[in-house]
Every structure is written in structure tokens, then in C-alpha cells.
């Protein structure tokens, strides 16, 4: 269940249920809410909050109820949609999603990773009868699109190289795809028996994450689409050196402030990914992939990696050290960096 609070955010729900915090109710909801900018969906932030969670709410109803008519127990379907809407992953089975061998339950499950990994905001448009928002939302047409491309070209790979039916090597790929790029990190296969390529390209998702104001972790699609944009127009430059250009984002050129945030996250994010990846392996003695792995799992709420922590391993032989520096890398992760590595400045102290 912690996962499922988790996912839309304990302070969206204090925020929601105690209006009365007044202008710092603003500031909370704005750190909470991943993204570049606060989206209002009522005047109030209390009541753009209470809007978000009654939206979470009938998601989870609706999934639970889709779940039980896949013949799951009560128990079984409540913890499946609680790894699911909060894209946590962690499920009642060390098989994962395999266990319970059901089709019709996979496709659920696809349908609502992507749906939870959507911006609220857009679900709301939709709900309040303005669904050309969701169609117009570039952030959401780059998403959506990028994981209709990767799981075509992952399930070429499978039936070029692994030997897989077509259908089977369809199916196989969607689901890992958009359990990767949602950061669910929840396995029905274990790719780690497909070829290189395959692999590479769940590697390279699990930096991707959601939309911004989803229950996704990661970097969010937004930064990586405004990063593509900044280094289209650098390359621009180098050809017109006096053009006069600016990233554009919903038709509204992007301020050289938003870009220098982005940026700076990227790189900070990257930094605290690779003295990750240092750490793990000097601490635990893992190899470098395994270390990759485990570090950006950690920091994009996945989960899930490669070779030692691969879809089904576990960290219960890692070391205590090597268990607290994964916990401080989860937790940086799910805060979105600043708010915890803000901790270690000494002028946040003075």
C-alpha cells in the first residue's frame, strides 16, 4: 500500500486534506508534483490536490475491478494494483507478473502502466471533456510514441535473433517496454536471455520515466524532449551562427531559465547516477553492469536491472552498506534530487 500512497504523493494527499496550510500548501504541492511547473486543475491548490486524488482513486477502482475479472483473489489483484498505479513494481511473486500466467491480465496491466505514467492533468481534460489537450500534449505524443517504436524495434530483435514468434515476440516486448519506460519495473520474461540489443534498449528506458505529474519516477519525458530540442538548436547554430531560435514546448518558446533548470538536472542527475554506480561496486564488489544497473534503478524507481539484479534476482545478498547507499539513492530518486541533496549544502544548515 505504501507504494500506491507513494505514487501520487503523501504531501499531495496532506495537502488535500488539510486546505487550511494556506501559501505554504502552494510550495508543498509544487515539490511534490514532478514536472517544470505546477498545473493548477482548480483555483485552490487544496482543491487541485483533492481533484488529483479522486482521479487516483477511480483509476485504482477501475483496474481493481478489471483485475478481479481476470480470476485474481481479492489480495492478489489489491497488491498488483497498488504496484501498478504507484508504478512501484514490487508485486506478491518473485515470478512477478508471470506467476499468475494470464494474458488477459498482462494487457490490463500495459493499459494502466501507460495510463499511470500520463500527467493527471491530461486524465482530467479527458474526464472534464476537453480530450483534445491530451491529443495537442506533445510530452505525451513523444512518450507514447517512443514506446510503440522501441517495442516494435525490441520485438524485431526477438524474432530476428531470439527466434520468436511474431505474436509472442509482440506481446513480450510491449509489456517489458512500457514496464521499463514507466519505471513499474514489473517482468513477465526474463530478458536477460535476449540478445544484447533487446537488453540495451531496457537499459536506456529506465532513465526515460514518465510524463511530469505522473506517478512515474525517472527524468521525466519533458526534460529529455526540451534536452533533444536544445541540442537540435546548438547544431542549428554551428550552421547559422546568426539565427535568432529558442526551444519551443506547446507552442510557447522555452525561457533560457526553464533550460538552464534542465540542463543542470540532467547533469546533476547523471553525476549522482554515476558516483552511484562507483559506490555499489566499490561497496558490494558487484561488476560494473550489475552497478549500473542497481544505480539506476534505484534513481528512476525501477527496480529492476541487469545480470546480479536482473528481472528475477534479488538485493538480499548485498551487503547492510550496500542496502543503505540504495536506499539513499531511492529516496533521492523519488524526490527528484534537489530536495535531498539540498540537505548536504552547509548554507541550508546556516
Given at each position: 500500500m505504501s507504494q500506491w500512497l507513494g505514487g501520487m504523493g503523501f504531501v499531495v494527499l496532506y495537502v488535500a486534506l488539510f486546505p487550511l496550510l494556506g501559501v505554504g500548501a502552494s510550495r508543498l504541492y509544487g515539490a511534490e508534483v514532478p514536472g517544470l511547473e505546477v498545473v493548477r486543475l482548480r483555483p485552490r491548490i487544496s482543491s487541485s490536490a483533492g481533484v488529483l486524488w479522486l482521479l487516483y482513486l477511480l483509476i485504482s477502482a477501475v483496474l481493481l475491478v478489471l483485475l478481479l475479472l481476470g480470476d485474481l483473489d481479492v489480495f492478489t489483484a489489491a497488491c498488483e494494483m497498488f504496484a501498478v498505479?504507484?508504478?512501484?513494481?514490487?508485486?506478491?511473486?518473485?515470478?512477478?507478473?508471470?506467476?499468475?500466467?494470464?494474458?488477459?491480465?498482462?494487457?490490463?496491466?500495459?493499459?494502466?502502466?501507460?495510463?499511470?505514467?500520463?500527467?493527471?492533468?491530461?486524465?482530467?481534460?479527458?474526464?472534464?471533456r476537453k480530450p483534445g489537450k491530451l491529443l495537442r500534449n506533445s510530452e505525451w505524443r513523444f512518450f507514447t510514441a517512443t514506446l510503440v517504436v522501441l517495442s516494435l524495434l525490441v520485438a524485431f530483435i526477438l524474432w530476428s535473433s531470439n527466434g520468436k514468434p511474431l505474436g509472442r515476440a509482440l506481446h513480450d516486448a510491449l509489456f517489458m517496454v512500457v514496464s521499463t519506460g514507466t519505471t513499474t519495473?514489473?517482468?513477465?520474461?526474463?530478458?536477460?536471455?535476449?540478445?544484447?540489443?533487446?537488453?540495451?534498449v531496457l537499459f536506456i528506458l529506465m532513465f526515460m520515466g514518465g510524463c511530469a505529474g505522473s506517478t512515474a519516477g525517472g527524468i521525466k519525458v519533458v526534460r529529455i524532449q526540451l534536452f533533444l530540442k536544445q541540442a537540435l538548436m546548438s547544431t542549428l547554430h554551428t550552421l547559422h551562427p546568426g539565427a535568432v531560435t529558442a526551444?519551443?514546448?506547446?507552442?510557447?518558446?522555452?525561457?533560457?531559465?526553464?533550460?538552464?533548470?534542465?540542463?543542470?538536472?540532467?547533469?546533476?542527475?547523471?553525476?549522482?547516477?554515476?558516483?552511484?554506480?562507483?559506490?555499489?561496486?566499490?561497496?558490494?564488489?558487484?561488476?560494473?553492469?550489475?552497478?549500473?544497473?542497481?544505480?539506476?534503478?534505484?534513481?528512476?524507481?525501477?527496480?529492476?536491472g541487469l545480470e546480479a539484479v536482473g528481472p528475477f534476482d534479488?538485493?538480499?545478498?548485498?551487503?547492510?552498506?550496500?542496502?543503505?547507499?540504495?536506499?539513499?539513492?531511492?529516496?533521492?530518486?523519488r524526490l527528484e534530487l534537489y530536495t535531498v541533496l539540498i540537505l548536504f549544502t552547509a548554507s541550508f544548515w546556516r
Amino acid at each position: 500500500m505504501s507504494q500506491w500512497l507513494g505514487g501520487m504523493g503523501f504531501v499531495v494527499l496532506y495537502v488535500a486534506l488539510f486546505p487550511l496550510l494556506g501559501v505554504g500548501a502552494s510550495r508543498l504541492y509544487g515539490a511534490e508534483v514532478p514536472g517544470l511547473e505546477v498545473v493548477r486543475l482548480r483555483p485552490r491548490i487544496s482543491s487541485s490536490a483533492g481533484v488529483l486524488w479522486l482521479l487516483y482513486l477511480l483509476i485504482s477502482a477501475v483496474l481493481l475491478v478489471l483485475l478481479l475479472l481476470g480470476d485474481l483473489d481479492v489480495f492478489t489483484a489489491a497488491c498488483e494494483m497498488f504496484a501498478v498505479l504507484g508504478t512501484g513494481g514490487f508485486t506478491v511473486s518473485s515470478q512477478g507478473i508471470a506467476a499468475h500466467g494470464s494474458p488477459y491480465v498482462e494487457w490490463v496491466l500495459i493499459l494502466f502502466m501507460w495510463i499511470c505514467a500520463t500527467s493527471f492533468s491530461l486524465h482530467w481534460a479527458v474526464l472534464t471533456r476537453k480530450p483534445g489537450k491530451l491529443l495537442r500534449n506533445s510530452e505525451w505524443r513523444f512518450f507514447t510514441a517512443t514506446l510503440v517504436v522501441l517495442s516494435l524495434l525490441v520485438a524485431f530483435i526477438l524474432w530476428s535473433s531470439n527466434g520468436k514468434p511474431l505474436g509472442r515476440a509482440l506481446h513480450d516486448a510491449l509489456f517489458m517496454v512500457v514496464s521499463t519506460g514507466t519505471t513499474t519495473g514489473v517482468a513477465i520474461v526474463d530478458y536477460e536471455v535476449w540478445a544484447p540489443a533487446a537488453q540495451f534498449v531496457l537499459f536506456i528506458l529506465m532513465f526515460m520515466g514518465g510524463c511530469a505529474g505522473s506517478t512515474a519516477g525517472g527524468i521525466k519525458v519533458v526534460r529529455i524532449q526540451l534536452f533533444l530540442k536544445q541540442a537540435l538548436m546548438s547544431t542549428l547554430h554551428t550552421l547559422h551562427p546568426g539565427a535568432v531560435t529558442a526551444p519551443h514546448l506547446a507552442d510557447r518558446p522555452v525561457s533560457p531559465q526553464t533550460m538552464r533548470s534542465v540542463s543542470s538536472f540532467l547533469g546533476l542527475f547523471m553525476l549522482v547516477f554515476l558516483a552511484g554506480t562507483v559506490a555499489i561496486s566499490v561497496i558490494t564488489g558487484m561488476d560494473i553492469l550489475s552497478s549500473m544497473s542497481a544505480s539506476i534503478g534505484m534513481l528512476g524507481s525501477n527496480g529492476a536491472g541487469l545480470e546480479a539484479v536482473g528481472p528475477f534476482d534479488t538485493y538480499a545478498a548485498m551487503p547492510g552498506a550496500g542496502k543503505l547507499l540504495l536506499t539513499f539513492l531511492m529516496v533521492t530518486g523519488r524526490l527528484e534530487l534537489y530536495t535531498v541533496l539540498i540537505l548536504f549544502t552547509a548554507s541550508f544548515w546556516r
